[in-house]
């Protein structure tokens, strides 16, 4: 069975989706209405912007969403996806890929999503870090004794094994670092970002999305979407919106997710999208499946 994933914020580049609006009909009129819709020329950033221009809050998670819906629908009959998953923001892009929301309304949801995530981080200094080379149950664990002394510092994205990324605020993240470096973690990195994305300090966020994906319209996907609130399918749309919802402080269980998608049956995936994160992790996560991107 073929599954399409969709990645999340971090595979922008300068120069994405310049190929497909200069070379394809219907790439251009969506890449025009989206301008249209979000009030500024997001194509001209994606197309010639600075890598620092493309880490614009406002930019960024639509630019991806942008690249990774309109590959997909320019691909027409030969999108023949019978699963999707998309990777934090990438839920969105499989969510329109598999026809459970318009481009048009999943757009707006991502914009509204990294404004609100935006003033989040700002409310309340934050950070997230890549651990490397322990169990999940012991980060777990490590994180659970902290967070009980009254700091924030949970998993986040289970990415792959070996690789499990925390959040939370800047000074719990430290305190885990250290204790995970000396449970034996290979390396436990502080990341670039600017907030404790997929944690509890992305509850205002979630407040502030949960009424506007409340107020979106979702129908029936065409196909099975698997969610990372719980790595499982799903095509009734009031789950999909309240696993949409609860995703913003929970953690992306990526590599159960594609464990599941494996057992109903997967056998060959394709990231569509930009960068290759996604076949990183798929082939650290099984070796039997096939995994590549667009061509």
């Not at 979000?38 to 960024?60: C, D, R």
């Not at 629908?73 to 318009?102: K, Q, R, T, W, Y």
């Not at 790595?231 to 159960?256: C, F, G, M, S």
Request: net charge negative; proline share 5%.
């Amino acid at each position: 069975m073929k599954a399409f994933v969709f990645p999340g914020q971090g595979a922008q580049f300068s120069g994405m989706g310049k190929d497909l609006y200069e070379n394809n009909a219907k790439a251009k009129e969506l890449f025009d209405k989206a301008d249209e819709i979000l009030g500024f020329e997001i194509t001209k950033v994606m197309f010639e912007g600075t890598a620092e221009e493309l880490k614009q809050t406002k930019v960024t998670q639509p630019a991806v969403f942008l690249h990774s819906v309109i590959s997909a629908i320019c691909l027409g009959d030969d999108f023949d996806a019978e699963m999707v998953a998309g990777h934090s923001l990438g839920e969105f892009s499989a969510l329109v890929a598999a026809g459970a929301l318009s481009f048009e309304d999943g757009l707006r949801l991502v914009s509204k999503r990294a404004m609100a995530m935006q003033k989040a981080c700002e409310a309340a200094p934050s950070t997230m870090a890549a651990i490397i080379g322990l169990p999940d149950e012991k980060i777990e664990e490590i994180c659970a004794g902290i967070s009980a002394e009254g700091n924030i510092v949970v998993p986040a994205n289970y990415n792959n094994p070996g690789q499990l990324v925390i959040s939370g605020n800047i000074e719990a993240i430290n305190t885990a670092c250290e204790q995970l470096k000396a449970a034996g973690a290979k390396r436990a990195l502080p990341l670039p970002v600017g907030g404790a994305f997929h944690s509890p300090l992305m509850q205002p966020a979630k407040d502030e999305l949960q009424a506007a994906i409340e107020a979106t319209e979702f129908a029936t996907p065409r196909i099975p979407v698997y969610q990372n609130v719980d790595a499982k399918a799903h095509t009734d749309a009031a789950e999909i919106k309240a696993n949409l919802i609860a995703q913003l402080t929970a953690p992306v269980r990526w590599t159960y997710e594609v464990q599941q998608m494996i057992a109903d049956g997967a056998t060959d995936f394709t990231e569509c999208g930009p960068g290759k994160a996604l076949q990183g992790m798929i082939a650290k996560i099984s070796r039997e499946v096939s995994v590549h991107g667009l061509a």
